[in-house]
Every structure is written in C-alpha cells, then in structure tokens.
C-alpha cells in the first residue's frame, strides 16, 4: 500500500467515513451529513471562485445545520464567527436592494456556522470519479472528510488547524507545500463575500 493510501486508510478511520471516490458516492455522503441540493447556475458567479473550475462542476449542494456546524468546528472557527457576527451588527444598519436580501441573509448563515456550501466537481479525465470539491463556510472537518472519503486534495485546503496532521502529510505526497493553496491560473483571487473574520480566508 502506498504511503499516500495509507493516509487515506487512517483518515477514512479518523473521520468515520467510507471510500467514496465517485461523484454519486461523495454526493451520497453528503447527504449523509444532511446535504441538500443548492442551485449553482443562479448563484455560480459567487460560488465559482479561483478554485472552481466551471467546465467541471456537476453540483451544488448545503448543509443548513447550526447544531451539527458548531459541534464540529474548530475553535478557530468559532473565533472567527465570532468576529463576523460582530462586523455583522455594525452592519446591521445599511439598506441592501430587496434582490440581494435571500443572499445576504445566505452569507450571515455561512459566516456564523449556521450554513455550509459545497461544489463538487467531476474529473477531467473520468467524468464518474471526484475531481474536486469546494467547501464555502466555516466547515474544516468536512474538508477533511471529503478529502479522506474521495482521496481528492482539494485546491482550496481551508483553514487547517493544529489538528489537522494527516491533512497537513498528504500535501508533500501531493507536491504542495504544507497547506498550499492551489488556485486555478489566471482566476483572480478574491476574498469569499461571506468571510467577514480576520485572520484569512476559509
């Protein structure tokens, strides 16, 4: 087994989730999590970030659980939600065009473990197996398990904390440096519209 597998096997352990490199396996599991489909083309120039490949995606999907989200996520996360719901009440008096209102109220669910959003993408070469995945919101522990359960290192590897050592091993595997970002070229990098925290970007 190579060393890379072996990763895999323990991740598969740690996180309690089975091998799932297909694109309906990894569908499957989210909606294990309680995932739900979620509308890409309406809302694609937001979730299409340096990290989407369009030409690829085969779907949208959100976890909408307060409870599950904050049991799982990290203290850093909760730091930084902590920090958005403070940006978000000094906000809380501007007016927003009554169109933007369903997405705004979506990014204050995003920025306050409320709310997660995933892109699954298919690959370039087999259109059955997992190419990549997107996480939007505060959801470290479900990019860790989509990267243990589709064997996919994700271009976009969130926001790693110290817990995050058989995570952090695959990326030397993978010719990244440790938690290397991996942008697709010439997309612009921008900061996603539901990060109001400090700190970096998720």
């Not at 952090?168 to 993978?174: C, K, N, S, T």
Request: proline letters at 5%.
């Amino acid at each position: 087994m190579s060393e890379y597998k072996t990763l895999l096997a323990l991740a598969q352990r740690h996180f309690k989730v089975p091998s799932c490199p297909t694109v309906s396996e990894a569908i499957a599991l989210l909606q294990g999590f309680g995932a739900t489909a979620f509308d890409f083309e309406a809302n694609q120039e937001t979730l299409a970030d340096e990290f989407v490949d369009r030409r690829f995606v085969v779907g949208a999907y959100t976890i909408h659980d307060p409870r599950l989200l904050k049991e799982r996520a990290t203290a850093e996360e909760h730091q930084h939600a902590e920090w958005s719901l403070e940006e978000s009440e000094e906000d809380s008096g501007i007016e927003y065009p009554d169109e933007d209102a369903e997405w705004n109220q979506i990014q204050d669910e995003l920025s306050s473990l409320q709310r997660l959003l995933i892109v699954i993408e298919h690959g370039a070469e087999d259109p059955n197996m997992v190419g990549n995945f997107r996480v939007h919101g505060f959801g470290q522990w479900l990019r860790e398990s989509l990267w243990a359960s589709t064997g996919v290192l994700p271009r976009d590897p969130g926001a790693p904390s110290a817990k995050s050592v058989l995570f952090g091993r695959v990326f030397e595997l993978a010719g990244r440096d440790h938690f290397q970002a991996a942008a697709i070229p010439q997309r612009r990098p921008r900061r996603p519209a539901w990060f109001r925290g400090k700190g970096g970007d998720t």
